[in-house]
């Protein structure tokens, strides 16, 4: 969606009297301050965000995600006009910037965690890739998994290019995306960082994501260790994944999750094989990144939801 003043009318458009809206958010900042970094709005500006939720608050019906589980597998009617909120990954502003905008309007929100971001306050790969992206020098790139050569000029060409690197990666099973960004970062002569306490960067702490987790208005669930495509592992990858994350969860922050979202989320990035490994571990609920509106008694790892931000 785009981040601006029409926001808030798309997000109510989006809540009907029969079926459920799950927004799903990154991150929320206090202003912008990149050229090319934040481009598809991972991070909410906070005054838009406030607005949102304010509209929301008075238009729908918040629902918790165990309360989205529970009508899930109840079948139970949903209330009128009702809607959750979810944010992916792990960011520190989710607490310092977003949670008092929340609780200001009494919204509960679920928060899925990487572990591996927040275990080193790492950044993803395209986070590093981005960075090297906007500060690099070159005027002009030439990639082997590409014909065409891009250029670097202007920030719109920055954009494209980073643009062409999503569509690449996120549907190239044998990329390895942590390898792909090191090797792209040398390239553009910027040092790959692993981890930045920018605000679009920064973390949250294990102890944040207990507190969180303590909290009246947040929950934790897992999101995998360190946000690959589930689908594209094979039985010891996708093992260690989930296992890492959700021992993690419960050893440092004493979340045993009944709830985790899949990394990237869509259609090609889960199976039927993930959703048995997860059952296995005690999961219940796992929502998409689909775009869509779910009806009572939807199953609870095909759930949809409408990317915000």
């Not at 591996?116 to 500060?135: H, K, L, P, R, Y």
Request: aromatic residues 10%; glycine residues 6%.
């Amino acid at each position: 969606m785009i981040h601006d003043e029409t926001l808030p009318d798309k997000m109510i458009e989006r809540i009907t009297n029969e079926n459920l809206a799950i927004f799903l958010f990154h991150g929320v900042i206090n202003q912008q301050t990149h050229r090319v970094r934040n481009y598809t709005g991972k991070h909410i500006k906070a005054d838009l965000f406030a607005t949102c939720m304010k509209r929301l608050s008075k238009f729908g019906n918040a629902l918790s995600m165990d309360e989205v589980l529970y009508f899930c597998e109840s079948g139970e009617a949903l209330p009128p006009r009702a809607y959750a909120v979810t944010f992916d990954d792990g960011f520190e502003n989710n607490i310092s910037v977003a949670a008092p905008i929340l609780a200001d309007f009494e919204i509960p929100a679920m928060i899925y965690i990487t572990s591996g971001f927040v275990e080193g306050n790492q950044m993803s790969w395209i986070d590093c890739i981005e960075n090297a992206v906007e500060m690099t020098t070159m005027d002009k790139i030439k990639v082997e998994w590409s014909n065409d050569a891009f250029l670097l000029q202007t920030t719109e060409h920055r954009i494209d290019f980073l643009t062409q690197i999503r569509l690449f990666v996120k549907n190239e099973p044998d990329c390895d995306p942590n390898v792909f960004a090191e090797q792209l970062c040398d390239q553009l002569g910027v040092p790959g960082q692993i981890e930045s306490n920018d605000p679009i960067d920064l973390k949250m702490n294990w102890a944040d994501v207990q507190k969180a987790n303590e909290s009246e208005f947040f929950s934790i669930g897992g999101h995998s260790h360190t946000h690959p495509t589930l689908s594209f592992l094979d039985d010891n990858q996708l093992a260690f994944e989930l296992d890492t994350c959700l021992y993690l969860l419960k050893e440092e922050a004493g979340v045993s999750p009944a709830h985790f979202s899949y990394p990237e989320g869509l259609s090609h990035c889960y199976s039927e094989k993930v959703i048995k490994e997860l059952k296995k571990r005690g999961v219940r609920c796992s929502p998409t990144a689909i775009d869509g509106i779910n009806k009572t008694g939807t199953d609870p790892f095909h759930l949809l939801r409408i990317m915000v931000g």
